[in-house]
């Protein structure tokens, strides 16, 4: 069974990928999210977890949702991370997530995407997102066929830099970047609801047909990367930045 969570699209086309490689359902996290739902999931196939990475992590809404979810089955759980970068130390929380939750962890794989984090940095061009995203259909394939034939991920090295920006600068990174109070929307805005609908957190509502953030903000860019007019924007950081939204809605 494969869960993901994805805010502009990156998880979800490898989460898509690996659903039809291994003919094994597939779990919107930010369904059950956007609903506040509890649920118990029953399957004989491994658990396969896709998220984005944010700050060399897996996303705290993400592992909470893990954390407050019951699975009956199979116990044998991988993950697989989409970043721009690096994931750091981002395996050694999975794995203590998965001794607390009684699961068997079998590795953390990272899948170079295009960064998509708009509020803080560029979105590479049109050319060179298309052959990330082909280099990482590859990637994603070979991990399947790892799966596949129940075998773990290959253990990645692990440096003091990377404890360093998986650990402190993680906590950081919430305290001081994670937040609304900079998203607002221009007069390009036509009401039109996508960043309602499309909010894992219910966290915009349209006031004066104009978005409000309520505070409640895990920064997954999909209000401001799936905006259809650009009307969106974080403080004057994001102005001038590519936009970059491949969900399936």
């Known amino acids: 069974m494969i869960f993901y969570f994805s805010g502009t699209g990156n998880s979800q086309r490898t989460a898509i990928q690996i659903s039809e490689i291994l003919e094994d359902e597939i779990i919107s996290i930010n369904k059950y999210l956007k609903k506040g739902e509890k649920d118990t999931f ?32 199979n116990r044998n759980a991988y993950f697989i ?42 979105t590479p061009e049109e050319a060179e997102c298309k052959e990330l995203l082909k280099k990482a259909g590859e990637l994603t394939a070979s991990l399947a066929a790892l799966i596949k034939k129940g075998e773990p991920f290959p253990d ?13 600068v993680n ?7 994670v937040r609304d ?28 047909k104009k978005p409000v953030w309520n505070g409640n903000c895990t920064h997954c860019m999909a209000c401001i990367g799936g905006c259809p007019t650009e009307a969106i924007e974080y403080k004057s950081a994001s102005k001038g930045n590519r936009r970059y939204y491949i969900m399936e809605d």
């Open 81 to 122: 991370l989409s970043c721009g970068g690096s994931v750091g130390n981002a395996a050694a929380y999975a794995k203590k997530l998965c001794v607390e939750k009684g699961l068997l962890f079998r590795g953390l794989a990272l899948i170079a995407m295009p960064n998509n984090y708009v509020a803080l940095s560029n």
């Open 171 to 177: 906590g950081l990174f919430y305290t001081l970047f």
């Open 181 to 208: 109070k900079g998203f607002a929307a221009t007069d390009a805005c036509t009401a039109c609801g996508k960043c309602v609908k499309r909010c894992p957190l219910n966290n915009i509502r349209l006031v004066d």
């Open 156 to 168: 990645t090295p692990v440096t003091l830099k990377d404890k360093i920006v998986s650990g402190p």
């Open 42 to 73: 029953h399957s004989e196939n491994p658990l396969v977890f896709v998220a984005p990475t944010y700050s060399w992590q897996m996303p705290k809404v993400v592992e909470q949702w893990i954390r407050e979810t019951k699975f009956v089955g």
